[in-house]
């Protein structure tokens, strides 16, 4: 009896133990604990090509299609983006990253860049991972915007308010610029997280790294190929075997691998009028090229007019009344009246009876003769007045300062061919550099700063009157310093006054800080002679 009753409890036993076994094996089976891998046996990485420059709105339209085909096939586990692209326009960049952010919560996301520029390196920091090519260009992180210009408004087409048609104030414009880039700025601080080995600063001064810097300053994670980039996909998404396949190819006919053709800023005004923000890399020549001056004055036909302050237009000047309607208005104001002459033999003609003369950024050089007939008028006591500029609204690409300075260099006054900028003390943009460092002179009272816009740097036998920060950079050089932009040589009665800005003088940018303030010393020191 005892020996039935142990055979039942051994039997039990054996029960319970057996029943426990296929509890652990089950529990093992269905459950796995949070940091486990387990393997997907089957499933789709697809890859979205980001080509060319992104500039038209079917462009990102299939880019999100693509994103949107991404996050409903559930055979889709991961995507790898395909970047050869140096950007676009602001607006269609940021459709794309935003909805990329979307489907990242869902599924893993690889880079693979063969070139990611500007807009093209806004998209890449949207991934979990970023391989680049040995030799890819990465980065050029900043902005590109067309501003607005002003309006002279018609009686037949109305506009309910001032900026109606422009946009954006031109004077406000920049600060626009600023907040923008500070999207752009957030969004790899963002997506490169700690990985990102240089400060943002550096990031935001639109360099381009090489593939392999790239990945030792952190704006990528490791040198590789596009196959490199599907085979890590598919092990973040714990895929055994898989298909690759197109999701760009799904919503569109046609959208194969393009030659990239760089528009020009004339193209772009074209295609997006301005107000417009591109995050887009723009090679050199091309900005270059799109740049027209703005400004030039050669074929006004303007003779033969006199006045007490003489404006020369004879040597190609990039000059016109609209940017010096406030210094004419305040002319006026002292009794006096502003000339223009496209003629020097007028011009010479004229000296003798002229206070002052203007001579603002000749695109045609001045002969010793022509110095010697300004000089012999200096002495005398006129005033002269040289006005640079480092823009290229302005200035001749091809002669930069050269003709300018043929003639201010008789006074020991030197124009630099660079421009400064300052990323740290600025004006809303990092071109429009603040002037506080103001020495004691005609032009100095009650001026406490300044704002110039692209200016450049003025070099002087003396000391200049009124120069920038340490922190001020010269494009040429590259080295930080003090910069003077305004040089004053003046001997008993004899006056000349270089500017390495121009803008300044202009509405709305003259009334800038105490500009309007410098705008007015200047008329009173001819209105005094």
Request: charged share 20%.
């Amino acid at each position: 009896m005892t020996e039935g009753r142990n055979w039942n409890r051994v039997q039990t036993t054996m029960a319970v133990i057996i029943i426990f076994m296929i509890l652990g094996f089950a529990g093992l089976y269905f459950w796995e604990p949070d940091d486990a891998v387990s393997f997907t046996k089957h499933g789709t990485v697809g890859i979205i090509e980001v080509y060319g420059v992104v500039d038209e709105s079917y462009q990102a339209y299939i880019l999100s299609s693509a994103v949107e085909e991404a996050l409903n096939d559930n055979d889709v586990k991961a995507v790898v983006l395909e970047i050869d692209s140096p950007g676009g326009s602001a607006y269609l960049i940021e459709q794309v990253y935003l909805d990329l952010l979307e489907l990242k919560t869902e599924k893993p996301i690889v880079a693979s860049i063969s070139m990611a520029l500007s807009g093209g390196y806004y998209i890449a920091v949207a991934a979990d991972h970023v391989y680049t090519l040995p030799s890819a260009m990465v980065g050029n992180v900043g902005v590109i915007g067309t501003g607005p210009g002003w309006i002279v408004p018609s009686e037949t087409t109305l506009e309910t308010g001032p900026n109606k048609i422009t946009g954006f104030s031109p004077e406000k414009f920049p600060f626009d610029l600023t907040t923008v880039l500070q999207s752009f700025s957030d969004a790899v601080e963002t997506g490169r997280g700690d990985a990102l080995n240089i400060p943002m600063s550096t990031v935001t001064k639109g360099s381009i790294w090489m593939g392999v810097d790239a990945v030792e300053d952190g704006l990528a994670d490791e040198v590789g190929s596009l196959q490199t980039a599907i085979k890590y996909a598919a092990e973040l998404a714990n895929l055994e075997d898989y298909d690759v396949e197109s999701l760009v190819a799904r919503v569109a006919e046609s959208y194969e691998a393009i030659e990239i053709t760089y528009p020009s800023i004339a193209e772009l005004n074209e295609k997006n009028p301005p107000p417009a923000i591109y995050y887009l890399y723009l090679p050199e020549q091309i900005y270059a090229q799109s740049e027209t001056p703005a400004n030039q004055t050669e074929s006004m036909n303007v003779t033969s007019i006199r006045g007490d302050v003489l404006v020369d237009m004879s040597h190609g000047n990039a000059i016109s009344p609209w940017i010096l309607d406030a210094f004419a208005r305040l002319v006026t104001e002292e009794g006096m009246v502003v000339g223009y002459s496209d003629s020097w033999s007028n011009i010479e003609d004229a000296l003798n009876e002229t206070k002052a003369l203007v001579i603002a950024c000749p695109t045609q050089y001045y002969s010793n003769e022509e110095y010697e007939k300004i000089n012999s008028w200096v002495i005398r006591g006129g005033t002269l007045i040289l006005l640079g500029d480092a823009s290229a609204d302005f200035l001749s690409v091809y002669t930069l300062q050269a003709p300018l300075n043929s003639l201010s260099e008789h006074w020991g006054i030197h124009y630099g061919n660079g421009y400064l900028y300052n990323l740290e003390e600025n004006y809303g943009y990092y071109r429009n550099i603040i002037v506080d460092d103001i020495r004691d002179s005609f032009l100095s009272e009650g001026v406490d700063e300044l704002v110039f816009y692209t200016a450049g740097p003025v070099y002087s036998a003396s000391r200049g009157y009124m120069t920038t920060s340490t922190h001020t950079y010269d494009s040429v050089t590259e080295r930080p310093g003090e910069y003077d932009v305004v040089a004053i040589y003046k001997l008993g009665d004899q006056k000349v006054i270089a500017f390495g800005d121009m803008t300044w003088l202009m509405e709305p940018y003259v009334n800038a800080a105490d500009n309007y303030r410098l705008l007015e010393n200047l008329v009173e020191a001819i209105a005094s002679d």
